[in-house]
């Protein structure tokens, strides 16, 4: 008995190392951190090549980027994944028409330019261009779901206004963890670009 516990203590801890070991194995996109207010911190990022796709289903999208970084683009060429994988706050317009369409981007590696970046083969990938900018953002843990990220956009948004700071655009959320991480250990934030 004692041997089976001390046995499945240590694959435990096995499976526990390889997890986070797994979260590091994506290269994260460089930014400054320029300052922070309560839970908010600012951050000023580079300008950024994205891998985009227009989609309401996050993994179909999810799908279509990897394909396109996994060799589906014209030069055949394998691209590194790189965190976070952002996607658009879907806001509703105003009636008479809604769209709950939004989109998920994967950020190609630091340094890449737009010339450098493969052309996709699926029509769906589009590849664009984010000048350098700051964001302002809040991180949360847990499997990102919809009100989970609601209420921390609300507490970002209603900390950017009560702190004066003007934004630009709408918020997102970056999601930095392999969908085999535990939601405990998962690293999500919300954020938006913010006028200095």
């Known amino acids: 008995m004692r041997t089976t516990i001390l046995v499945i203590g240590a694959l435990a801890g096995i499976l526990l190392l390889a997890l986070l070991f797994s979260r590091t194995s994506a290269d994260t996109i460089p930014y400054g951190v320029t300052g922070q207010t309560g839970e908010i911190e600012f951050r000023h990022y580079p300008g950024l090549v994205l891998a985009t796709v227009e989609t309401t289903d996050d993994n179909a999208g999810f799908s279509l980027l990897f394909a396109y970084i996994s060799g589906r683009n014209k030069p055949s060429e394998k691209i ?3 965190a976070p994988v952002i996607t658009s706050q879907k806001i509703p317009m105003t009636a008479p028409v809604v769209s709950d369409a939004g989109s998920i981007s994967f950020v190609m590696p630091a340094g890449t330019t737009r010339d450098a970046t493969p052309d996709p083969l699926d029509s769906r990938v589009r590849i664009q261009t984010v000048p350098e900018r700051d964001i302002a953002i809040i991180r949360f843990s847990g499997y990102a779901p919809t009100e989970d990220v609601n209420a921390a956009t609300a507490r970002l948004l209603d900390g950017l206004e ?20 535990p939601g405990f250990l998962r690293h999500n934030e919300v954020g938006i670009e913010i006028v200095r």
């Open 162 to 181: 009560n702190a004066g700071i003007t934004t630009a655009g709408q918020p997102f959320l970056m999601r930095y963890d392999s969908p085999w991480i």
């Open 80 to 82: 590194p994944m790189t």
